[in-house]
């Protein structure tokens, strides 16, 4: 078990009015100032590592969330698309913010992380409990909550029902909205008595940071914001940036807020609207081997499940692969490799929604999102190589045994797969050739 700091919140001091900030809601003028206190304290670099790993952790999670809640909804009217789009870009986004959480870290000479807590634990942290569910009216008042900024110009009486939903019934609770977290983080990274210029690796900007045109993005602009950080400035101008985008107390014209408060506002209020019948949290496994509503057990799906698994690690695993390499062509080629492995989820994950979920063709399968057993890479190069080939190995082997297609969309995404797998099969190979080349 892992055992950490906790989080208490405080109030915040000399803070302007115009920039209050709560953790939860629904907001109290005695909440509307919060930020975070460490116990027990860490030292200032200490503590601001641990809390960009958390961050990491909700952006993560936040993001496979609304990937999974944007492939419940069907390819069907305009109005429908519209949401899914708006959502898979918040999702995008939220894949931003986690990058730039690693170029964070990087900054302040700390250990990269790509994990998440994984479901049914839940960190008294998150805005909620981790859940991977089709998109509902409930669900989507969660979003909206959780993303709300400290004061905004929506109607009160929207927001008051989007709290009532997020907070009452069966699946209620608190939503936790984590301005606060970004408030302690700004905090840190302003105090120079406590965060001094010398703890700051600016090399590292040019050397190991994720570069916004690896990851198809501006220069920091919107609406991806991801760049590097050399400065003080520029890390509190990211930080800023990342959480009036997202989860902070600030709010921006096409903030996840706001964009969540669209899909809202136009959503059925009687009835489950149009999403797919998708299971929540689906699971490949079972340790009890009881059906829960989330296991599939259908053997096709399942199939098809576990090839979503894997590619969903070697994702990861390109993406770390590439945060631990210097800059250059190979860098660049292992952006290029996670790019891949995108597509192939965004290929399996809406393909899985049309498959059967039970043994019995009842319901609808889901991606799982289940992380491997570690995501640690091998500490030298020809291994790292080594650990790339032996995921290709075996995502040929699962693409192979697949059993008979469903249709003409499915054996566009098999030949999709084999395709990218084919491109990245040479790469790993060239290198993995050059890694062992005696010196």
Request: proline share 7%; charged share 25%; hydrophobic share 45%.
């Amino acid at each position: 078990m892992k055992r950490g700091a906790t989080l208490v919140f405080r109030a915040r001091e000399a803070v302007p009015a115009a920039r209050a900030e709560t953790a939860a809601v629904p907001a109290t003028a005695a909440e509307a100032d919060l930020t975070l206190e460490v116990v027990p304290e860490l030292a200032p670099r200490d503590e601001a590592v641990f809390l960009l790993h958390t961050a990491a952790e909700v952006e993560h999670a936040l993001m496979v969330q609304y990937l999974y809640a944007a492939w419940s909804l069907p390819d069907g009217p305009v109005g429908v698309r519209r949401w899914r789009q708006a959502i898979l870009r918040i999702a995008r986004e939220e894949m931003a913010h986690l990058v730039d959480v690693q170029n964070l870290l990087r900054f302040v000479g700390g250990p990269l992380n790509l994990d998440r807590e994984d479901f049914p634990f839940r960190s008294g942290f998150y805005p909620f409990p981790f859940r991977l569910e089709r998109l509902h009216r409930a669900s989507l008042a969660r979003y909206v909550v959780a993303e709300m900024p400290a004061r905004s110009g929506v109607d009160p009486a929207l927001i008051a029902e989007a709290v009532r939903l997020a907070t009452g019934g069966p699946d209620g609770g608190p939503v936790n909205r984590v301005g606060a977290l970004y408030n302690r983080l700004s905090e840190l990274f302003g105090d120079e008595d406590r965060l001094p210029d010398a703890v700051f690796r600016p090399d590292t900007a040019d050397l190991l940071q994720a570069r916004p045109s690896r990851f198809r993005a501006d220069v920091g602009h919107g609406p991806l914001y991801l760049r590097t950080v050399r400065t003080r400035a520029e890390a509190l101008g990211l930080l800023a940036d990342v959480a009036n985008q997202g989860e902070g107390e600030g709010s921006v014209a096409d903030s996840h807020f706001l964009a969540f408060v669209d899909v809202f506002d136009g959503w059925p209020v009687d009835g489950d609207g149009p999403s797919l019948e998708v299971p929540t949290n689906p699971t490949v496994g079972s340790s009890s081997g009881a059906d829960d509503g989330g296991l599939i057990s259908h053997p096709h799906a399942r199939d098809w499940a576990v090839v979503f698994n894997h590619h969903y690690r070697m994702l990861l695993a390109w993406i770390q692969h590439g945060l631990l390499t210097g800059a250059g062509a190979t860098a660049d080629g292992l952006a290029l490799r996670a790019f891949d492995e995108m597509f192939v989820l965004a290929d399996v994950g809406p393909l899985l929604a049309t498959l059967p979920r039970t043994a019995g063709g009842a319901g609808r399968a889901g991606a799982p999102f289940e992380l491997p057993y570690t995501l640690a890479l091998p500490d030298l190069a020809p291994d790292r190589w080594t650990h790339h080939q032996d995921l290709i190995a075996t995502a040929r082997a699962q693409i192979a045994a697949l059993g008979p297609s469903t249709g003409s969309a499915e054996d566009d995404v098999r030949r999709r797969i084999t395709a990218s797998l084919k491109v990245a099969e040479a790469f790993v190979t060239a290198h993995l050739d050059e890694a062992r080349r005696p010196v």
